[in-house]
């Protein structure tokens, strides 16, 4: 092999490698621009996400303020209104038939049920008694007997 050979050949490689290393950095370029696009994306769905919880906070605001206010037939249909509000922007659904009392009474109460959440009549306490016997035999989770003395005696 001559020198003009070697040296033609060594200037092909370079060339392959120069060429590949461009493409390698197109890629690279590419992939950032295609993660900061999604980058973005994301900031973008959870900034319009806290948009929009704050939006629907602030009309269950407006709702329990129309519900607080004046209790008359002329304001019958707007406290309607308001339990509407509350149903679809608080993210609790609210039983027609309680959404009724509200709207008529102009008052959000739990009272008739212990917890206001709970559909048994009983305390959360004896609920969760029973709940952590039938799952795990524990009567509670969080109770250390070995250690509640000294926790008394920390006065």
Known sequence: MGGNTIT?????I???ASA?????SR???????ISSANSNTQIAEMQKATTDRQSDIELVKLALNILGGEVSD???ESRKFAVSLLNKYSG???????GEQWAESGTVSFSSKPLGLSSRNEPLQDILKE???QNSGIVNPIYRPD???????ND
């Open 92 to 98: 609790v659904v609210i039983n027609p038939d309680m």
């Open 74 to 76: 002329k304001t019958r």
């Open 20 to 24: 590949y290393s461009a493409y390698q």
């Open 8 to 12: 033609v050949i060594a200037a092909l």
């Open 131 to 133: 709940y952590f016997k």
């Open 27 to 33: 890629m690279a370029a590419a992939e950032s621009a």
């Open 147 to 153: 250690e509640a003395p000294t926790i008394l005696n």
């Open 14 to 16: 370079a060339a392959f």
